[in-house]
């Protein structure tokens, strides 16, 4: 393999990888993409973070927050999972 692919090769598995998928759990979060994309990709650990992060507001289709206890629970769910208020 040419040294110019294995260079390719490593920014891609070590840089870009993580960043593409930290911005994408952000973006479900409701947090800035492009900010998580550059933070994971330079420092691959923060995917973790970034992971285990409470959603930031309501993200139609990926989490929503029950109006009688506050804490949100996953798009699909019909009750909530704190408090057993149903989500409409």
């Known amino acids: 393999m040419p040294t110019n692919m ?13 960043g593409t998928l930290g911005a994408w759990v952000a973006y479900t ?5 492009l900010l998580w ?7 691959a ?6 992971f285990f992060q409470r959603p930031l507001r309501t993200v139609e289709g990926h989490y ?6 506050g804490e949100f629970s996953k ?3 019909t ?3 704190f408090c057993g208020t149903g989500l409409s």
């Open 29 to 33: 979060k409701g947090r800035n993409p």
């Open 64 to 69: 929503r927050q029950c109006p009688k206890c």
């Open 6 to 18: 294995m260079e390719w090769g490593f920014v891609l598995v070590f840089f870009l990888l993580p």
């Open 37 to 43: 994309f550059l933070l994971n990709g330079l420092f």
């Open 75 to 77: 798009w699909r769910e």
């Open 45 to 50: 650990p923060t995917v973790m973070i970034t």
């Open 79 to 81: 009750s909530c999972r």
